[in-house]
């Protein structure tokens, strides 16, 4: 109880915090919803994830999926707010400035929410097998991107990588989660009984899934409706329009694998990796890797 309603407590902070940031944007006669850059679309990230764990939590129970699930909105916040990612509020560019933005954003944030639950259920599946390279692998798999971007961006600042303080700062951050999540393995290769059954955890990760591809499928499409109103074109092979159908496509698969070959098991979890790891490139990676109309984002 008492791990629920401090998660409770953080969620009800980050609620306030993005209601401020929302406030303090009309006072300076900007007046947007703060879903526009990085910094304030992974702290809305960040929220979505633990309102989706809460809600599950709230139906169903298991309270275990949380320390993984709130583990992500933790790495989440801690990535924005270490790697110099600009927290501060400005005027919306000309092509955000559409009441499309805050649908598009929304459906699409809490779709990847979504999957990132289902993602941290599919670690537990695999800790309940006590398949150790497995889980060492998708313990570390969410931090590797970060880290690379944090190499690409910062890389230049001074010669000796070590000394820049963002990039030390996050050498710590992924340091601690990775930690964490190897911690995890060890307590639950002994506990294991903590956990909910594997055909549990199997279903609770479809259940995820089944919240998410709705939510991405409709985000796609706000985002072609968006596209249209901004550049005159419903779909144009932006690096982010691409990535992002790629994971629909994932998460496609999965459903189908599920209902109609009836998979079960490990191959639908890693599935559900593959699916977790293509959000992680078509946020992190399309917008610091490739360029295109989404850069600014």
Same mark, same amino acid.
């Given at each position: 109880?008492?791990?629920?309603?401090?998660?409770?407590?953080?969620? =009800?902070?980050?609620?306030?915090?993005?209601?401020?940031?929302?406030?303090?944007?009309?006072?300076?006669?900007?007046?947007?919803?703060?879903?526009?850059?990085?910094?304030?679309?992974?702290?809305?990230? *960040?929220?979505?994830?633990?309102?989706?764990?809460? @809600?599950?939590?709230?139906?169903?129970?298991?309270?275990?999926?949380?320390?993984? *699930?709130? *583990?992500?909105?933790?790495?989440?916040?801690?990535?924005?707010?270490?790697?110099?990612?600009?927290?501060?509020?400005?005027?919306? #560019?000309?092509?955000?400035?559409?009441?499309?933005?805050?649908?598009?954003?929304?459906?699409?944030?809490?779709?990847?929410?979504?999957?990132?639950?289902?993602?941290?259920?599919?670690?537990?599946?695999? @800790?309940?097998?006590?398949?150790?390279?497995?889980?060492?692998?998708?313990?570390?798999? $969410?931090?590797?991107?970060?880290?690379?971007?944090?190499?690409?961006?910062?890389?230049?600042?001074? $010669?000796?990588?070590?000394?820049?303080?963002?990039?030390?700062?996050?050498?710590?951050?992924?340091? #601690?989660?990775?930690?964490?999540?190897?911690?995890?393995?060890?307590?639950?290769?002994?506990?294991?009984?903590?956990?909910?059954?594997?055909?549990?955890?199997?279903? =609770?990760?479809?259940?995820?899934? *089944?919240?998410?591809?709705?939510?991405?499928?409709?985000? @796609?499409?706000?985002?072609?409706?968006?596209?249209?109103?901004?550049?005159?074109?419903?779909?144009?092979?932006?690096?982010?329009?691409?990535?992002?159908? @790629?994971?629909?496509?994932?998460?496609?698969?999965?459903?189908?694998?599920?209902?109609?070959?009836?998979?079960?098991?490990?191959?639908?979890?890693?599935?559900?990796?593959?699916?977790?790891?293509?959000?992680?490139?078509?946020?992190?990676? #399309?917008?610091?890797?490739?360029?295109?109309?989404?850069?600014?984002?």
């Amino acid at each position: 109880m008492a791990a629920t309603l401090i998660t409770l407590g953080g969620f =009800l902070v980050n609620t306030a915090a993005i209601g401020v940031r929302w406030v303090e944007s009309y006072k300076m006669g900007f007046g947007y919803v703060p879903l526009s850059n990085m910094y304030e679309s992974m702290v809305f990230f *960040a929220w979505s994830t633990v309102l989706i764990y809460l @809600i599950f939590e709230y139906f169903y129970g298991y309270k275990a999926i949380g320390v993984l *699930a709130t *583990a992500l909105g933790f790495l989440g916040i801690a990535i924005v707010s270490l790697t110099g990612v600009s927290s501060e509020i400005q005027p919306l #560019v000309p092509a955000l400035q559409s009441n499309w933005l805050t649908a598009h954003v929304v459906t699409c944030f809490i779709g990847y929410a979504a999957f990132a639950v289902s993602y941290a259920i599919c670690i537990l599946y695999l @800790i309940k097998t006590k398949d150790f390279k497995q889980v060492l692998i998708l313990s570390l798999h $969410p931090l590797v991107l970060p880290l690379l971007v944090s190499f690409i961006k910062y890389g230049n600042i001074k $010669p000796n990588l070590i000394t820049a303080d963002n990039l030390v700062a996050m050498w710590i951050v992924t340091a #601690v989660v990775g930690a964490a999540f190897f911690g995890l393995y060890l307590l639950f290769s002994k506990a294991d009984d903590l956990l909910p059954p594997l055909k549990v955890l199997d279903e =609770l990760s479809y259940k995820a899934v *089944a919240v998410g591809f709705p939510l991405l499928t409709l985000g @796609i499409l706000t985002g072609a409706a968006w596209a249209n109103y901004a550049w005159g074109t419903y779909w144009s092979w932006d690096p982010k329009e691409t990535w992002s159908l @790629i994971t629909w496509f994932v998460y496609a698969a999965f459903l189908h694998a599920r209902f109609t070959a009836g998979w079960r098991g490990k191959g639908l979890a890693w599935l559900s990796v593959i699916g977790f790891g293509a959000v992680v490139f078509t946020y992190w990676g #399309v917008n610091y890797v490739l360029s295109g109309l989404h850069s600014y984002a």
